[in-house]
């Protein structure tokens, strides 16, 4: 019976994982359509956002099924109840791939103001902070997961980049008004991504450790 | 001051050493779980407080049990007051036989001299406190082994706690009880929390989990771990109880 609830817990992992790189993967792309303009990437990005969903909805239903049946104790307890955690926040992350495919598909043919760079730069950093994450998930090691809080504060500094920049642009000229107010909602996405990033950090951490962090405010 | 405290315990029977330099403090009013592997020296443990190991050939006892900060392993304690302030519940609910509902429970106070008028009080309220009044106020006299497993256990709890003690210890209380009995038994032992102290030996983690304050993990004679139960449940110290815990022992 352990031994099979081991295995049980182990796949559990391997599909929170799969779910990680699933909404990683949504967050890229999505952003991607955005820089490229690519309308078709933007569909494939709203199409797979419900995979995402039913991830989400299978995943909890797994780990709930686990908890009845053989009431965890000690660092399985703690796997379960951060990866309960954990698969809401990839699920954002996902989701905020998504809100960006359907401003790209709201440009509707403009093109940009100028060449995207802090907005990509957002997305690949903060596409880092799901890989270190999810790697400390995975190996059961903390320190890759320390390393997200750092991470984010550069996500963070980009976002004010971006929305000053837009500013600027928007003074400037009133015709880039509608595209700087999207890149502004863009830039937020992923700035919200990457705290959520930060969430899947800090329960994993929590997960390895036992240790709570306290939120800085 | 712990109501109960063991310092330096170490239990031999014959050549085999048994309890290993047990010291443990078990705070008043509270309810304390011990957990371990079968064979791991709780249930010697708890059979100590009660000085039971008197009892046992060979048996030795070293270190010191303090009950109310005085130690009771010493030529005056007396055995039988002893066992009437620290009360005793066992694996196999053990009424007397031969015994009615009512005199089960009376047995105890009328050996201590109660008045007749005092046993009746004494028994409604030993009963009520066991969350078996109900069950048997019209059956009184009725032999107590026509009780129901669980209800015999509890007719138990009630024969203890008629003599006013204020310690109670349980050596696997539900073990041989269905999930409803022991749903009882544990309501019982959170109404009794405060007003007794508790220790409950059990095999069962999730029972430990659920209606006690702080456990010990004891593991070949040795207290590995005592903490409040959340932290032991949730993020033990030790690897051992956490292998253990996880079922990942051996």
């Known amino acids: ?35 490229d303009l690519d309308v078709a990437l933007a569909e494939e ?19 709930l099924n686990l908890i009845a049946r053989h009431q965890p104790m000690g660092t399985d307890l703690r796997t379960l109840g951060a990866s309960l955690k954990i698969i809401t926040y990839l699920d954002r992350i996902g989701r905020y791939g998504y809100d960006i495919a359907k401003v790209t598909k709201e440009f509707g043919g403009k093109s940009h103001v100028r060449k995207l760079v802090a907005i990509p730069l957002m997305a690949k950093t903060v596409g880092e902070m799901v890989d270190n994450a999810l790697l400390a998930y995975k190996t059961s090691q903390a320190q890759p997961a320390r390393e997200v809080f750092a991470m984010d504060e550069t996500v963070d500094a980009l976002y004010d980049q971006v929305f000053r920049q837009c500013v600027t642009f928007m003074l400037e000229d009133p015709a880039t008004i509608s595209q700087c107010a999207h890149y502004i909602l863009v830039a937020r996405h992923l700035e919200r991504a990457g705290d959520n990033a930060c969430k899947v950090a800090e329960k994993t951490k929590y997960m390895i450790t036992g240790e709570r962090r306290l939120p800085n405010y | 001051m712990p109501i109960l405290e063991s310092k330096n315990l170490n239990i031999y029977f014959g050549e085999k050493h048994v309890l290993k330099n047990v010291s443990l403090a078990v705070p008043e009013g509270s309810i304390t779980a011990i957990i371990g592997p079968s064979g ?17 050939p060979n048996a030795r006892v070293d270190g010191e049990i303090r009950y109310s900060g005085k130690n009771i392993y010493t030529r005056e304690t007396n055995a039988t007051e002893l066992r009437s302030r620290i009360g005793m519940v ?28 005092e046993l009746k009080e004494i028994v409604e309220r ?38 006013k003690p204020q310690v109670l210890l349980m050596d696997e209380p ?37 209606v006690s304050d702080y456990t010990a993990f004891f593991y070949m004679g040795e207290l590995i771990e005592f903490g409040e139960t959340k932290q032991i449940f949730e993020k033990p110290r030790d690897d051992r109880t956490e292998a253990y815990i996880t079922g990942r022992f051996g």
């Open chain 2, 40 to 56: 791991c020296g709780k249930s010697t443990f708890i059979r100590a407080i009660n000085l039971m190991h008197d009892l046992t």
């Open chain 2, 174 to 210: 539900c073990s041989a009880l269905d999930p409803i009995a022991t749903g009882k038994i544990e309501d019982l032992i959170q109404e009794l929390k405060g007003e007794y102290t508790i220790v409950i030996v059990t095999h069962n983690m999730q029972q430990a989990a659920r």
């Open chain 1, 45 to 63: 990005v709203i199409a797979l956002d419900a995979s995402l969903n039913k991830m989400d909805v299978s995943l909890e239903a797994e780990i």
């Open chain 2, 90 to 117: 066992f694996q196999k609910p053990n009424p007397f036989p031969t015994l009615s509902i009512f005199e089960n429970v009376a047995f105890g106070p009328r050996l201590q001299g109660a008045s007749r008028s």
């Open chain 1, 1 to 35: 019976m352990t031994r099979q609830f081991h295995h049980q817990l182990d796949e559990m992992r391997k599909h929170v994982l799969d779910m990680g790189e699933m909404a990683k993967r949504n967050l890229l792309n999505g952003t991607k359509s955005l820089t």
């Open chain 2, 126 to 163: 030993s009963l009520k406190q066991a969350a078996l009044w109900e069950e048997v106020k019209h059956r009184l006299n009725a032999p107590a082994t026509e009780l129901s497993g669980g209800q015999q256990q509890r007719l138990c709890i009630a024969r203890a706690l008629a003599v």
